[in-house]
């Protein structure tokens, strides 16, 4: 089994940063592609940013590149949205995404992932 937990989220002013952390359990974490997502009330889940196992390729949305990046420290079991810049459309519910399997096929969908955390409240002031 596996578990996510976000945390870090929180309410800033527009132009202001924030820095989520998603804790996981799992044995082979290390080998984990993971990804946040974001929903706004009454919206769809929306991608955010991916990551794969070694920390080498990463992708983002369009509406966030520049302006967040995606990390993630293996040793502990730990990945991370740095957010700069905020908007106040950036303001949703983030959530962690992990997939087990090493293949890929579309990194923005829901339903390419296996596990998801509980979800964070990031709120943006203007």
């Known amino acids: 089994q596996v578990q996510l937990v976000e945390s870090g989220g929180g309410l800033v002013q527009a132009g202001g940063s924030l820095r989520l952390s998603c804790a996981t359990s799992?044995?082979?974490?290390?080998?984990?592609?993971m990804a946040w997502f974001r929903q706004a009330p009454g919206k769809e889940r929306d991608f955010v940013a991916f990551?794969?196992?070694?920390?080498?390729?990463?992708y983002s949305a369009d509406s966030v590149k520049g302006r967040f990046t995606i990390s993630r420290d293996n040793a502990k079991n730990t990945v991370y949205l740095q957010m700069n810049s905020l908007k106040p459309e950036d303001t949703a519910v983030y959530y962690c995404?992990?997939?087990?399997?090493?293949?890929?096929?579309?990194?923005?969908?829901?339903?390419?992932?296996?596990?998801w955390g509980q979800g964070t409240q990031v709120t943006v002031s203007s």
């Open positions: 995404a992990a997939r087990a399997l090493p293949v890929m096929g579309d990194y923005r969908a829901v339903s390419s992932y296996d596990y």
């Open positions: 799992g044995r082979t974490f290390n080998r984990y592609f």
């Open positions: 990551i794969n196992w070694s920390g080498g390729i990463t």
